[in-house]
């Protein structure tokens, strides 16, 4: 079935680039996405990106995939405090009849000090 | 726009006892989805609607959770009897056939409590 793999802590200072990887198994995936959660908030969509797709870049975010290594990456740039998060890595897979859903791997902590 | 709606944001309760989470999606998004995380996860699916009719529920506890969405809209989870293990956050989240713009969009959940 659908896994997804993700490093459980990262700390950075505050300016420094945040790098979170991700892998998945479900090479017919045809979007990937990032989640941020916040204390107690629900799930907020930073961004995707589609399978066809090497690199998106949005503002700080800078997603990177590389589909034959089924590997995906979340780079943010000057982090600050208020990135600190749990960070979902989510790949879509589909069933039969046009039917999709997500699968979410555990979550990378983002700590990030003055 | 108005986002997925949940209700309550809270729930307590004991081992045995019965609760139910509501949901208000996102206005036109036919699909609808729970989810549950438990401390320390990412979220799991449980069960997912296209309009009124179930889709897949393959991961949901039948003999003690069930689901229904009434007119392709509103949506209600429930869990009777409650056992410890079911304490997490029950996150809703809706999405539509053309998704390149919007994605799957959560509601803030309810944290359910089992004691």
């Known amino acids: 079935g659908e896994d997804v793999e993700q490093s459980l802590f990262l700390s950075v200072r505050e300016g420094d680039s945040s790098v979170i990887n991700c892998t998945y198994t479900d090479s017919s995936s045809t979007y990937l996405y990032w989640y941020k959660q916040e204390p107690g908030a629900g799930l907020q969509l930073l961004t995707y990106?589609?399978?066809?797709?090497d690199m998106k870049q949005d503002q700080r975010l800078t997603v990177l995939l590389n589909k034959k290594d089924k590997h995906l990456s979340l780079r943010i740039a000057d982090t600050q405090t208020g990135d600190s998060a749990i960070y979902f890595c989510?790949?879509?897979?589909?069933?039969?009849?046009?039917?999709?859903?997500?699968?979410f791997g555990s979550g990378t902590r983002l700590q990030v000090q003055p | 726009e108005a986002g997925v709606a949940q209700s309550p944001r809270y729930k307590i309760i004991e081992k045995r006892q019965s609760v139910a989470f509501w949901c208000n999606p996102i206005s036109g998004h036919a699909t609808l989805y729970w989810y549950q995380q438990i401390l320390g996860q990412g979220p799991k699916l449980l069960i997912q609607?296209?309009?009124?009719?179930?889709?897949?529920d393959s991961q949901l506890p039948k003999d003690r959770f069930s689901a229904e969405r009434l007119k392709g809209v509103d949506s209600t989870l429930k869990i009777q009897p409650a056992k410890l293990e079911d304490s997490a956050v029950y996150l809703c989240?809706?999405?539509?056939?053309?998704?390149?713009?919007?994605?799957?969009?959560f509601g803030s959940g309810t944290r359910l409590t089992v004691v």
């Open positions: 609607f296209q309009n009124n009719g179930v889709v897949d």
């Open positions: 989240a809706s999405s539509s056939r053309q998704i390149q713009l919007y994605g799957y969009t």
């Open positions: 990106i589609f399978s066809n797709m």
């Open positions: 989510a790949e879509e897979f589909y069933m039969d009849m046009g039917r999709r859903a997500l699968t």
